[in-house]
């Protein structure tokens, strides 16, 4: 059974940083891209961030600069530096592989921006 498994949401100030991890299980992703996606109250589900395997970054233009995705193909495992976090910022973050097809889904970390 693949499962993928978020943590290191919590709730933080305007400014301050997190530091998301999923943790894959299962299958192996080390030659996939996976991604990042957020979900807001009342909003669609948008992407974040995604890394394919050798390492190449793509990011949404609203956390570009902010926000880095890396990965450590041995642990099997997806990380997300989010700095200069921002109310709007406050979604539930969910990882997903293999991108774009998403075929799996974490069950999502909750992240709140204070302000």
């Known amino acids: 059974q693949v499962q993928l498994v978020e943590t290191g949401g919590g709730l933080v100030q305007a400014g301050g940083s997190l530091r998301l991890s999923c943790a894959a299980s299962?299958?192996?992703?080390?030659?996939?891209?996976m991604a990042w996606f957020r979900q807001a109250p009342g909003k669609d589900r948008e992407f974040v961030a995604s890394?394919?395997?050798?390492?190449?970054?793509s990011y949404a233009d609203s956390v570009k600069g902010r926000f880095a995705v890396s990965r450590d193909n041995a642990k099997n495992s997806l990380y997300l530096q989010m700095n200069s976090l921002k109310p709007e910022d406050t979604a539930v973050y969910y990882c997903?592989?293999?991108?774009?097809?998403?075929?799996?889904w974490g069950q999502g970390t909750q992240v709140t921006v204070s302000s």
């Open positions: 997903a592989a293999p991108y774009p097809r998403t075929d799996y």
């Open positions: 299962g299958r192996s992703f080390s030659f996939d891209t």
């Open positions: 890394i394919t395997w050798s390492g190449y970054t």
